[in-house]
Nanobody, 116 residues
Framework: QVQLVESGGGLMQPGGSLRLSCAAS????????MGWYRQAPGKQRVLVAV???????NYADSVKGRFTISRDNAKNTVYLQMNSLKPEDTAVYYC??????????WGQGTQVTVSS
């Protein structure tokens, strides 16, 4: 069974950067689109960024120009580079299949806290 483990979160001041990693226990080469989601306190989980096998990406308006999603199929890893962090980026970040997520793939996520 596929297991996804997120890492790289932490506490950062506004304007700082973090890089999140999502490591899969099995290859996700067969998955066309992988994505990063986040859930802020008291809010619904939302899709932040997606990337296809071919490298096509899409981002939520809230993170465009600041976040970059990338994918290394050989390493079974998806990354999210987060720059110019804002307090509103504070959330638990998760990876999963993009758009049509697999509910059984949800892990514990990684906490990102942006605060001065």
């Amino acid at each position: 069974q596929v297991q996804l483990v997120e890492s790289g979160g932490g506490l950062m001041q506004p304007g700082g950067s973090l890089r999140l990693s999502c490591a899969a226990s099995r290859s996700f080469f067969s998955v066309n689109t992988m994505g990063w989601y986040r859930q802020a306190p008291g809010k619904q989980r939302v899709l932040v960024a997606v990337i296809t096998r071919g490298g096509n990406t899409n981002y939520a308006d809230s993170v465009k120009g600041r976040f970059t999603i990338s994918r290394d199929n050989a390493k079974n890893t998806v990354y999210l580079q987060m720059n110019s962090l804002k307090p509103e980026d504070t959330a638990v970040y998760y990876c999963n299949v993009g758009y049509l997520y697999e509910k059984e793939y949800w892990g514990q996520g990684t906490q990102v806290t942006v605060s001065s």
